[in-house]
Protein backbone atom coordinates (compact mmCIF):
# COMPACT_ATOMS: atom_id res chain seq x y z
CA UNK A 1 0.00 0.00 0.00
CA UNK A 2 2.79 2.48 0.62
CA UNK A 3 4.47 1.60 -2.60
CA UNK A 4 1.10 2.58 -4.31
CA UNK A 5 0.81 5.86 -2.34
CA UNK A 6 3.98 6.85 -3.49
CA UNK A 7 3.24 5.86 -6.98
CA UNK A 8 5.57 2.85 -7.88
CA UNK A 9 3.75 0.89 -9.98
CA UNK A 10 4.13 -3.12 -9.61
CA UNK A 11 5.31 -5.63 -12.41
CA UNK A 12 8.68 -3.72 -13.28
CA UNK A 13 9.38 -1.93 -16.45
CA UNK A 14 9.97 1.91 -15.89
CA UNK A 15 8.02 3.02 -12.85
CA UNK A 16 7.09 6.37 -11.75
CA UNK A 17 9.13 9.40 -11.75
CA UNK A 18 8.08 10.06 -8.63
CA UNK A 19 10.58 12.52 -6.04
CA UNK A 20 13.15 15.70 -6.33
CA UNK A 21 15.95 13.02 -5.91
CA UNK A 22 14.46 10.85 -9.33
CA UNK A 23 14.10 13.80 -11.24
CA UNK A 24 17.78 15.21 -10.45
CA UNK A 25 18.77 11.53 -11.84
CA UNK A 26 16.59 12.26 -15.49
CA UNK A 27 18.03 12.86 -18.89
CA UNK A 28 16.42 16.19 -19.31
CA UNK A 29 15.80 17.77 -22.84
CA UNK A 30 16.82 21.37 -23.07
CA UNK A 31 17.65 24.12 -20.40
CA UNK A 32 14.30 24.19 -18.26
CA UNK A 33 15.44 22.43 -15.73
CA UNK A 34 18.05 25.08 -14.51
CA UNK A 35 14.84 27.91 -14.84
CA UNK A 36 13.01 25.76 -12.44
CA UNK A 37 10.45 24.61 -14.66
CA UNK A 38 10.18 21.10 -13.56
CA UNK A 39 8.29 20.29 -10.05
CA UNK A 40 7.56 17.08 -8.14
CA UNK A 41 3.08 18.08 -7.97
CA UNK A 42 0.78 17.18 -5.19
CA UNK A 43 -2.15 15.17 -7.37
CA UNK A 44 -1.22 12.62 -8.83
CA UNK A 45 -3.28 9.95 -10.90
CA UNK A 46 -1.32 7.15 -9.36
CA UNK A 47 0.29 8.36 -6.10
CA UNK A 48 -0.23 11.33 -3.72
CA UNK A 49 2.24 12.89 -6.38
CA UNK A 50 3.55 13.38 -9.91
CA UNK A 51 6.43 14.84 -12.22
CA UNK A 52 5.34 18.13 -14.05
CA UNK A 53 6.97 21.12 -16.10
CA UNK A 54 5.49 24.22 -17.34
CA UNK A 55 6.51 26.09 -20.12
CA UNK A 56 5.32 29.80 -20.25
CA UNK A 57 4.00 31.24 -22.94
CA UNK A 58 6.78 34.00 -24.02
CA UNK A 59 9.28 31.05 -23.57
CA UNK A 60 10.72 29.76 -26.90
CA UNK A 61 9.26 26.60 -28.67
CA UNK A 62 11.21 23.82 -28.53
CA UNK A 63 11.45 20.05 -27.53
CA UNK A 64 11.59 20.08 -23.69
CA UNK A 65 10.81 17.17 -21.03
CA UNK A 66 12.87 14.36 -20.06
CA UNK A 67 13.98 10.91 -21.15
CA UNK A 68 14.92 7.72 -20.07
CA UNK A 69 17.04 4.94 -21.87
CA UNK A 70 15.88 1.34 -21.52
CA UNK A 71 16.99 -1.78 -22.36
CA UNK A 72 14.79 -3.93 -24.76
CA UNK A 73 15.26 -6.85 -26.87
CA UNK A 74 15.10 -6.89 -30.74
CA UNK A 75 11.84 -7.85 -32.69
CA UNK A 76 10.19 -7.68 -29.22
CA UNK A 77 6.67 -5.92 -28.00
CA UNK A 78 6.28 -3.75 -25.21
CA UNK A 79 3.81 -1.84 -23.96
CA UNK A 80 4.33 2.18 -23.29
CA UNK A 81 1.90 3.99 -21.18
CA UNK A 82 1.46 7.27 -18.88
CA UNK A 83 -1.48 8.95 -17.00
CA UNK A 84 -1.08 12.45 -18.29
CA UNK A 85 -2.73 15.98 -17.09
CA UNK A 86 -2.47 19.01 -19.19
CA UNK A 87 -3.31 22.56 -18.60
CA UNK A 88 -3.40 25.12 -20.99
CA UNK A 89 -1.82 23.44 -23.95
CA UNK A 90 -0.90 25.71 -26.66
CA UNK A 91 0.95 25.39 -30.01
CA UNK A 92 1.73 21.68 -30.24
CA UNK A 93 -0.25 18.77 -28.81
CA UNK A 94 1.27 16.07 -26.29
CA UNK A 95 1.96 12.42 -26.85
CA UNK A 96 3.87 9.83 -25.32
CA UNK A 97 7.19 9.16 -27.75
CA UNK A 98 10.42 7.18 -27.86
CA UNK A 99 13.25 6.42 -30.39
CA UNK A 100 14.53 2.70 -30.98
CA UNK A 101 18.33 2.43 -30.32
CA UNK A 102 21.12 0.01 -31.35
CA UNK A 103 23.70 -0.54 -29.07
CA UNK A 104 26.64 2.38 -30.02
CA UNK A 105 23.34 4.42 -29.33
CA UNK A 106 22.47 5.25 -32.71
CA UNK A 107 18.54 5.12 -33.88
CA UNK A 108 17.42 2.05 -35.45
CA UNK A 109 17.62 1.99 -39.06
CA UNK A 110 13.92 0.55 -39.28
CA UNK A 111 11.08 2.87 -37.36
CA UNK A 112 13.37 5.14 -35.17
CA UNK A 113 10.50 6.92 -34.20
CA UNK A 114 7.27 6.13 -32.22
CA UNK A 115 4.47 7.69 -30.34
CA UNK A 116 0.84 7.11 -29.42
CA UNK A 117 -1.87 8.19 -31.79
CA UNK A 118 -4.01 9.75 -29.69
CA UNK A 119 -2.77 13.59 -28.86
CA UNK A 120 -3.57 16.20 -26.42
CA UNK A 121 -4.02 20.05 -26.84
CA UNK A 122 -6.26 22.37 -24.53
CA UNK A 123 -6.73 21.47 -20.80
CA UNK A 124 -7.63 18.11 -20.04
CA UNK A 125 -8.04 15.92 -16.87
CA UNK A 126 -5.64 12.72 -16.42
CA UNK A 127 -5.64 11.09 -19.66
CA UNK A 128 -4.79 7.65 -19.86
CA UNK A 129 -2.18 7.30 -23.19
CA UNK A 130 -0.91 4.49 -24.14
CA UNK A 131 0.52 2.11 -27.69
CA UNK A 132 2.00 -1.26 -28.24
CA UNK A 133 5.51 -1.16 -29.98
CA UNK A 134 7.55 -3.51 -31.72
CA UNK A 135 11.27 -3.13 -31.94
CA UNK A 136 13.35 -3.57 -34.98
CA UNK A 137 15.72 -5.89 -35.22
CA UNK A 138 18.65 -3.37 -34.84
CA UNK A 139 17.54 -2.61 -31.39
CA UNK A 140 18.74 -2.68 -28.34
CA UNK A 141 17.27 -0.25 -26.38
CA UNK A 142 14.55 2.12 -25.69
CA UNK A 143 14.66 5.71 -25.52
CA UNK A 144 11.28 7.05 -23.28
CA UNK A 145 10.35 10.83 -24.10
CA UNK A 146 8.52 12.32 -21.91
CA UNK A 147 8.60 15.81 -23.97
CA UNK A 148 6.65 18.31 -25.32
CA UNK A 149 6.77 20.75 -28.41
CA UNK A 150 4.32 23.11 -27.05
CA UNK A 151 3.76 25.94 -24.30
CA UNK A 152 1.53 25.24 -20.92
CA UNK A 153 2.00 22.63 -17.92
CA UNK A 154 2.89 18.95 -18.39
CA UNK A 155 2.39 16.29 -15.88
CA UNK A 156 2.93 12.87 -15.78
CA UNK A 157 2.33 10.07 -13.72
CA UNK A 158 1.64 6.10 -14.03
CA UNK A 159 4.71 5.99 -16.84
CA UNK A 160 4.77 2.22 -17.65
CA UNK A 161 7.10 0.56 -20.33
CA UNK A 162 6.95 -3.18 -19.89
CA UNK A 163 7.41 -6.53 -22.45
CA UNK A 164 4.53 -7.82 -23.43
CA UNK A 165 3.96 -11.52 -23.70
CA UNK A 166 1.76 -14.08 -25.78
CA UNK A 167 -0.71 -15.64 -24.03
CA UNK A 168 -4.15 -17.48 -24.84
CA UNK A 169 -7.61 -17.98 -24.01
Known sequence: ?????EGVVPGGGVALIRSEKALSKLELEGDEQR?????????????????SFTIPRDHPLGWVGWRQLVKARP?????????????DITDGKIALHGHHRQEDGALCAER???SNPKSLTGTN????????????????NVQLHLTMKARG???????????VLPASL
Not at 35 to 51: D, I, P, T, Y
Not at 75 to 87: L, Q
Not at 156 to 161: A, P
Open 1 to 5: QAALE
Open 35 to 51: KGLFSRSEGGKVGKHCA
Open 75 to 87: NTRYWYSAWVRTK
Open 112 to 114: PYF
Open 125 to 140: DWTFLHTTVRTPADCA
Open 153 to 163: TLSHDGVLFCE
